[in-house]
């Protein structure tokens, strides 16, 4: 068990598995943890085994003790995806307000790039919801996101937001107008456009409050490496 553990944990930490569980920096802590089970498993090992000339004593491991490896062979040929449209539209209370309030204090917006400037779903929420000096107004932005599914036919774009691991995350979503494409849920899309002026709070926005965003471009495009967002407005 501490070599399939080690060796499953070190698979993890090695590739882009482990992002979909938790964020990129906890990569070298799992190697390190997988390194250290794969080193504890040979020393297990070796203590297994009897003195020369002698008769070892183990009896062995009873059958059902096998079926602690079940967890670890289901992660190894079934992997859970990483968290979508269906956790999103059972996520509990308001995800847009999910942040709550940063006190309506941003820094100024980056450059555009390309003719758009490049946002964090989940920055491009916050700031919608709770920026007092809309800095968003008339401003062409870009989001990467996934679609899941609106109201009225449309769909609302999505990100999740870890801080630690996919058992923290909180799913930002707005809602986004002008593009006429069926979109299926988790289909991964840049969307270019403005933001609708609406209303900003003083504090925590109601559930369902969702910001809206005038696309005048949306391309679909492949999953990103890592599916989620880790921007401080998102924790």
Known sequence: MLALVGAMTLWLGLTDAALAYVRGTLRPP?????????????????????????????HG????????????????LVAPPALGSFAAGRQAGSATAAGGD??????????????????????????????????????????LGFAAPGNDGGYLLTRWNLFCCAADGQAYQLEVR???????????????GR???????????????????LADSVTPVRPPADPYEHNLYGL
């Open 30 to 58: 799992l190697v390190a943890s997988g390194a250290v089970l794969l080193v504890l498993a040979g020393a297990a090992l070796r203590g297994r085994q009897p003195a020369p000339g002698g008769h070892g004593h183990d």
């Open 61 to 76: 491991v009873p059958r059902s003790g096998w079926l602690l490896a079940l967890p670890v062979l289901v992660l190894l």
């Open 102 to 143: 940063p006190g309506g204090v941003f820094p100024a917006l980056p450059e555009p790039v390309g003719g758009a400037v490049p946002l964090p779903v989940s920055e491009f929420v916050t700031r919608a919801l709770y920026d007092k000096d809309r800095t968003l107004d008339g401003a062409r932005v870009r989001l």
């Open 178 to 192: 002008g593009d006429r494409v069926p979109r299926q849920p988790d289909q991964w899309l840049v969307v270019e």
């Open 195 to 213: 933001w609708l002026p609406q209303r900003v709070y003083d504090g925590i926005a109601p559930s369902g409050a969702r910001p809206v965003l």
